[in-house]
């Protein structure tokens, strides 16, 4: 049994229109009752139309804090960075005057910036919801199945934050473990097009979450969980 709710859509308009609303009405909650709220978003190509719907929304973005599951470790200008994508994509408009949190310090590596960025992440209250993507092997955040690191990111108790070295994907990662990301009042999965729904099957049919790490996701039964999809 878990607490997983699948909704489905026609196309990523209706997704994303229907997504962004939830989103503004658990960051409104939020507001209201605890005077701040605090999402964690996912980069890649899935998020991007979804930040410019957010981004011309009107919310009390000033008491919002926004930060990255997860980025590829790169200066935030860096054409590959997730921080440049969410700058220029949900940190626009209504949304410029949230407050951003960087998972990137300048280091001889990510091993090195750990410490630095994981400074800026303590005390940070639980989330009020988390954006997470899947890749097509079944990675989440930048929790890959390849990489050397995975079983420390996937323990109860990691520390909120770790770089890892994916072997079947470019650059050196910082990401949020499991345990710090499960560290939130709603999960969202966000699925686009036919081969992640594919993917979501597989990772649903089966249980070691080492093959699969969405599956530490889909499979637990603390945090509510929904999956939001469309075929393109
Ligand atoms: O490497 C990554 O990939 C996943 C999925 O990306 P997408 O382009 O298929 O949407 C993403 O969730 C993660 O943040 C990113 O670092």
Same mark, same amino acid.
């Given at each position: 049994?878990? *607490?997983?709710?699948?909704?489905?859509?026609? *196309?990523?308009?209706?997704? *994303?229109?229907?997504?962004?609303?939830?989103? @503004?009405?658990?960051?409104?909650?939020?507001?209201?009752?605890?005077?701040?709220?605090?999402? +964690? @978003?996912?980069?890649?190509?899935?998020?991007?139309?979804?930040?410019?719907?957010?981004?011309?929304?009107?919310?009390?973005?000033?008491?919002?804090?926004?930060?990255?599951?997860?980025?590829?470790?790169?200066?935030?200008?860096?054409?590959?960075?997730?921080?440049?994508? +969410?700058?220029?994509?949900?940190?626009?408009?209504?949304?410029?005057?949230?407050?951003?949190?960087?998972?990137?310090?300048?280091?001889?590596?990510?091993?090195?910036?750990?410490?630095?960025?994981?400074?800026?992440?303590?005390?940070?209250?639980?989330?009020?919801? @988390?954006?997470?993507?899947?890749?097509?092997?079944?990675?989440?955040?930048?929790?890959?199945?390849?990489?050397?690191?995975?079983?420390?990111?996937?323990?109860?108790?990691?520390?909120? +934050?770790?770089?890892?070295?994916?072997?079947?994907?470019?650059?050196?990662?910082?990401?949020?473990?499991?345990?710090?990301?499960?560290?939130?009042?709603?999960?969202?999965?966000?699925?686009?097009?036919?081969?992640?729904?594919?993917?979501?099957?597989?990772?649903?049919?089966?249980?070691?979450?080492?093959?699969?790490?969405?599956?530490?996701?889909?499979?637990?039964?603390?945090?509510?969980?929904?999956?939001?999809?469309?075929?393109?």
């Amino acid at each position: 049994m878990n *607490n997983m709710q699948l909704q489905q859509f026609a *196309n990523t308009d209706a997704l *994303n229109a229907a997504f962004a609303s939830q989103l @503004v009405t658990i960051l409104e909650q939020a507001i209201t009752e605890r005077g701040a709220a605090y999402l +964690v @978003v996912s980069g890649g190509r899935t998020p991007q139309a979804l930040f410019a719907k957010l981004a011309s929304t009107p919310l009390a973005w000033d008491k919002v804090t926004i930060l990255l599951a997860d980025d590829r470790y790169l200066p935030p200008d860096a054409e590959h960075s997730n921080e440049r994508l +969410v700058r220029s994509t949900l940190m626009q408009n209504y949304a410029a005057s949230a407050r951003f949190i960087s998972l990137y310090a300048p280091a001889a590596d990510a091993y090195a910036a750990v410490s630095e960025i994981s400074a800026r992440l303590a005390g940070l209250p639980t989330f009020d919801a @988390v954006i997470l993507g899947m890749g097509e092997d079944g990675h989440t955040a930048s929790l890959f199945p390849c990489c050397a690191e995975l079983k420390a990111g996937m323990a109860d108790d990691a520390p909120a +934050v770790l770089a890892t070295s994916p072997t079947t994907a470019p650059y050196q990662r910082i990401t949020l473990s499991k345990a710090r990301l499960l560290q939130s009042r709603q999960l969202f999965l966000h699925l686009v097009g036919s081969s992640k729904l594919t993917v979501l099957e597989q990772a649903q049919g089966a249980t070691d979450e080492f093959a699969m790490p969405i599956r530490a996701f889909l499979h637990q039964t603390a945090v509510p969980m929904a999956v939001l999809y469309s075929p393109s």
